[in-house]
């Protein structure tokens, strides 16, 4: 214990005395943990509307306009037999332009300019979380969609899929951008941390005559990375929090509807610990780098 206290006192002074150079760290640790920290935010919130959506997951049968009552009572019948449903609902093709003009107002006015109505009538069904799962509601669509008077399926799982495929994708190319900007802040944390050892050479020296432990010599240059790590975290998070604060501020309630009622939120304290949690490594790492020179 008084060797970490020595250390995290040693570390607090040498900050005290070069703010330029800490500062400049700090803001490149900062920078550093902002990447995966933006990343997070944007996956967190992604995974939670994606888990919301496939939750409430469905399905609509678009139906032939010559399809007959048999062929669609028969559709009806496949569906609720088959376990996957939790509920359906017919929609006719008055009840599709209808929804089209309510739902889409500013465009309700070329519903006026048709000869013919041109939505098809629909089933729309809505599927249970546990067969989306076991691959039961996939298997129905393909049932359904093999039946006569079946004009064409939409299935969300399919996009679901392509949006989660796609946010894999954001988190690869995150991690690579993340790691290397992370080497590049822990190679700025080891130059600054080099500068105080520079500057306590003489006293380096004495405390290898006297025989001091390593960890009394090395502790105050790792300690001093850490410091400046896990600054540079809390200052990447709070920039995180004031612009998420400004998007919820100006845009959140048209986001709210946009997203089916899912509100964006922050990340919670716990992933926050970790992007606190990686800075402080980074800094270790850049802090551990330059105390080799003390020892």
Not at 221 to 234: K, T
């Amino acid at each position: 214990m008084r060797a970490i206290d020595y250390a995290l006192r040693e570390a607090w002074s040498s900050l005290r005395r070069r703010r330029g150079a800490a500062v400049f760290a700090v803001v490149s640790i900062a920078l550093a943990v902002t990447v995966p920290g933006a990343l997070l935010l944007l996956t967190w919130n992604v995974e939670r509307i994606v888990d919301r959506w496939s939750s409430v997951a469905e399905f609509s049968v678009y139906l032939r306009d010559d399809a007959t009552s048999e062929q669609r009572g028969a559709i009806e019948a496949l569906i609720d037999g088959s376990g996957a449903s939790s509920a359906r609902e017919y929609v006719s093709k008055e009840e599709a332009l209808s929804r089209f003009q309510r739902e889409f107002s500013e465009l309700a006015s070329l519903a006026s300019t048709f000869d013919d109505n041109p939505f098809p009538a629909s089933v729309e069904v809505r599927v249970r979380p546990d067969t989306e799962r076991d691959g039961r509601t996939a298997s129905l669509v393909r049932d359904v969609a093999s039946l006569p008077g079946v004009a064409d399926i939409q299935y969300d799982r399919a996009w679901l899929e392509r949006l989660a495929a796609g946010l894999d994708a954001v988190r690869g190319v995150g991690v690579i951008v993340a790691a290397l900007m992370a080497m590049a802040a822990a190679a700025t944390v080891a130059s600054v941390v080099r500068l105080g050892l520079h500057t306590r050479r003489d006293e380096i020296e004495i405390m290898h005559l006297v025989g001091s432990p390593v960890g009394f010599i090395r502790g105050p240059f790792i300690a001093e990375g850490l410091l400046q790590g896990g600054v540079g975290a809390l200052l990447a998070i709070a920039c995180l929090w004031a612009v998420f604060a400004g998007i919820s501020l100006m845009w959140g309630g048209e986001l709210t509807a946009l997203l089916d009622g899912v509100a964006l939120a922050f990340v919670p304290l716990r992933l926050c610990a970790y992007l606190v949690a990686g800075g402080m490594l980074v800094g270790g790492i850049g802090g551990f780098a330059a105390s080799r020179h003390a020892a």
